[in-house]
């Protein structure tokens, strides 16, 4: 079992400044989290910060801490009931990059008391380090094993990974080894990218993710290819007519040869076990067409720590003029606004989507909804620009390629006057996202907070 960590960058600034707050000293913190539990990952979901107040140091030292009891108390009180996870943080210096003889002999006994005070598991140890490097580790039954993999994710994401071995690049690589240098290439490496939808703009994101080098990408898509996506699906031929769209994808970038692991589901995120596999990845690509799997992924990001990055294309035509051309490109993330707060997804159409077909003709028939958009107008050229659009930020996320001062969450390309423009919304107070109780809440009884 593989354990990994993910904290939201608001709240690993909130954990420097708690840890870090006397110049000279160590400080402590604790990271309550929700917890996700995969066939082979326990992910660490951070969920709040809780400072070690100034009154419950007993020793407070350039090298040694020592707290009160009363300190970890009332933590192992709200973890048991919001069956949460707790990582006990203290600082060191810079030129004590590992957790102590001292720490060793201390860290079990808090970690025995918040398993017998909680009756519940995993509880760790995290170790912040000047500027802001972390470094984890988990207290099991067999003794501590290692946070394999922090995640740190806002205006960047960041990954921090126990294991930094850096076998020899494919020479195949070199041209963007020359534009981004090595450490973006390995670390594509290590990613695992998930991309819901592998039609126009899902099959052009599958495309570039494998050419740059993600090696595991789970491709979601409950549908058969039809000859009218042959057109604008990057990898299909007419023959694979009939073929599920995301097994099109598999054997595509499989025949690429550059190493990339697929996984394929060839069902809809809307059905929960599907759903539950994006709980994997690093970064959700979200390329559907319809807005209740666009609610889904809305949910992920939040309750799952998950940066999601969704995008459409709109092509409006008269009697088969076009007359304006839209893309959208939006990365959902605890405390962004997310696609309600925009606008750009709608609770009445996604009730409209899940009325089975009689349910929707007699609701049409009464005029209580309007007819669903189907075979809009599509083509290849807009749907890989919006696709490609959505990879770059990926991109600036990993390396900050378009600045520090860039802090856009969404891009609006309007193709019909060659204008492209960005925005970050204030989320609006009153929505979904603004319920902060959700972020990080990781795996419970409803999945993602649905009725599925
Ligand atoms: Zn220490
Ligand atoms: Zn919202």
């Known amino acids: 079992m593989r354990y990994t960590l993910s904290i939201t960058e608001d709240l690993n600034d909130r954990l420097k400044n708690a840890v870090f707050g006397m110049v000279g000293c160590e400080g402590a ?8 539990t995969l066939t082979d990952e326990i992910r660490l979901l951070a969920r709040d910060i809780i400072p070690v107040c100034d ?15 009363r300190s970890f108390v009332p933590v192992a009180k709200r973890a048991k009931f919001e069956k949460e996870a707790i990582l006990f943080v203290h600082s060191h210096p810079e030129d004590s990059p590992h957790f102590s003889n001292y720490d060793d002999e201390e860290d079990p006994k808090l970690m025995a008391f918040f398993n017998a005070r909680t009756g519940q598991t995993p509880h760790g140890s995290l170790l912040c380090l000047p500027p802001d490097r972390l470094k984890g580790r988990i207290w099991t039954t067999t003794g501590w094993q290692l946070i394999e993999r922090i995640r740190v994710i806002g205006n960047r994401f960041r990954f921090f990974d126990f294991d930094t071995s850096k076998p020899p690049l494919p020479e195949f690589y070199d041209r ?13 490496r290590r ?3 998930g991309v819901v939808g592998a039609g ?14 993600v090696r595991v990408i789970s491709i979601f898509d409950g549908k058969s290819l039809a000859t009218s996506n042959v057109t604008r699906v990057h990898g299909a031929t007419l023959a694979d007519a009939g073929t599920p769209k995301a097994v099109v994808q598999e054997t595509h970038i499989k025949n690429l040869g550059l190493g990339t692991e697929p996984y394929v589901h060839s069902r ?31 949910r992920l990001a939040l309750f799952y720590l998950i940066p999601v990055i969704d995008m ?18 939006t990365t959902l993330l605890p405390g962004e606004a997310c696609l309600f707060c925009h606008e750009t997804i709608n609770p009445d159409i996604i009730r409209a989507e899940t009325l089975s077909v009689t349910q929707r003709e007699h609701e049409l028939a009464e005029e209580y909804i309007t007819e669903l958009a189907t075979d809009e107008p599509a083509v290849i050229t807009f749907t890989t620009a919006v696709a490609a659009q959505a990879v770059n930020e990926l991109l600036h996320r990993l390396t900050g390629f378009m600045g520090a001062e860039r802090t856009s969450s969404e891009v609006l390309l309007q193709f019909h ?3 492209i423009r960005t925005n970050r919304m204030t989320p609006k107070p009153d929505c979904y996202c603004q319920q902060i109780q959700h972020w990080g809440r990781g795996d419970s009884r409803n999945f993602l907070g649905l009725t599925w």
């Open 29 to 36: 913190a604790y990271v309550v989290c929700g917890v996700a």
């Open 268 to 298: 809809p995120i809307t059905d929960e076990d599907i759903a539950k596999h994006l709980r994997g990845c690093d970064v959700v690509f979200g390329c559907t067409d319809n807005h209740l799997s666009r609610s889904i992924l809305t």
């Open 55 to 69: 009154e419950h140091y007993l020793l407070r030292q350039s090298r040694r801490l020592s707290i009160d009891g």
């Open 176 to 188: 963007q080894v020359r534009a981004f240098g090595p450490e973006i290439q390995y670390l594509l």
């Open 312 to 329: 459409a294309v709109k092509v409006h035509s008269e009697q088969q003029v076009i007359r304006g051309v839209w893309g959208r490109v």
């Open 191 to 193: 990613l695992h990218v």
């Open 417 to 419: 006057n060659s204008r």
């Open 200 to 213: 126009g703009t899902g099959s052009a994101t599958v495309e570039q993710l494998a050419r740059l080098g």
